[in-house]
């Protein structure tokens, strides 16, 4: 599966952006699909994930209330939808696709291919 993310921007706070993973390949419909950021100087952390069949979703605390995630398997597409947005939501961020058992979602090691990133900037 090769990943490619793409939609992120410079926007003022409390501005939306949405964020688009496109995925190639014919298996997108099996793999859990999940979206981590990662700041200057810290490390990657979790902010959104979807099961295969898009009946499960989970979201940090950070980020829970202004964020929703969805996909759309006949497009071979994972969406990341950011309204409210605020300074610190300022990151690359990286779509991730895995098989996900357990507790795995928030994990970067739970996924098995990323995407290349995409800078979101939010000013004050």
């Known amino acids: 599966v090769q990943l490619q993310a793409s939609g992120g921007g410079l926007v003022q706070a409390g501005g939306s952006l949405r964020l688009s993973c496109a995925a190639s390949?014919?298996?997108?419909?099996?793999?859990?699909m999940g979206w981590f950021r990662q700041a200057p100087g810290k490390e990657r952390e979790f902010v959104a994930a979807i099961s295969w069949s898009a009946g499960t979703t989970y979201y940090s605390d950070s980020v829970k209330g202004r964020f929703t995630i969805a996909r759309d398997n006949a497009k071979n597409t994972v969406y990341l939808q950011m309204n409210s947005l605020k300074p610190e939501d300022t990151a690359v961020y990286y779509c991730a696709a895995g098989r996900i058992v357990k507790s795995g979602w928030f994990r970067p090691g739970s996924y098995d291919y990323w995407g290349q990133g995409t800078l979101v900037t939010v000013s004050s």
């Open positions: 390949g014919r298996t997108f419909s099996s793999y859990d």
